[in-house]
């Protein structure tokens, strides 16, 4: 009997292995929004909003199928054109057609001094076909560097899934 058990469980694993390795997929990212930004340096500081433009990719990980991701962005902001770049850990929430999201990670911004932080997000994402999604939503990221910088923002997006299967 327990040679049995043993057989179905060795059975059982690369069925699920197969399965899983099936439902994982690449992505392409690429949207818009804009963005509150509070600069600190040493003799002045700038504040504002701007706007901005980005493209990455992402590729699931584990059994609930989140997601890392890495962005790059451009951005017309108080302080010129900056480029950012950001990724990190999409944690999501939900069924397939609707699901909610929290973003771990952190951000490097260049051109107009150099500053790296941590960076919080949230929002959701809706599931328009099998490869194409909608999303949206709200970041905070805190920088160091050439002074303090904490900037806010709403963004949205869309994302392009490829799935990966080792058929």
């Keep these: 009997m327990r040679w049995l058990g043993l ?4 059975a059982a694993s690369p069925a699920s292995a197969q399965y899983y390795e099936s439902r994982q997929s690449m992505s392409l990212l690429g949207g818009t929004g804009l963005g509150y930004s509070d600069v600190i340096r040493s003799q002045r500081g700038d504040t504002g909003v701007g706007g901005f433009l980005e493209l990455g990719g992402s590729l699931t990980v584990g059994d609930d199928l989140d ?14 054109g900056e480029a950012v770049l950001h990724g990190g850990y999409r944690n999501l929430f939900g069924d397939e057609e609707w699901q909610s999201f929290v973003d771990l990670g ?3 911004r260049l051109f107009s001094g150099t500053y790296a932080g941590p960076r ?12 194409l ?5 709200f970041g ?25 299967s080792k058929r």
């Excluded at 057989?7 to 060795?10: A, C, F, N, P």
């Design 7 to 10: 057989g179905l469980l060795i």
């Design 67 to 80: 997601e890392v991701f890495l962005m790059t962005r451009g951005v017309l902001g108080p302080s010129g």
């Design 140 to 164: 905070l990221s805190l920088g160091f560097g050439s002074g303090l910088r904490w900037d806010a923002e709403a963004f949205t997006g869309l994302q392009w899934q490829f799935r990966i």
């Design 106 to 108: 952190a951000t490097v």
């Design 120 to 131: 919080l997000g949230f929002g959701a994402r809706r599931t328009l076909s099998d490869q």
């Design 133 to 137: 999604s909608i999303y949206g939503g």
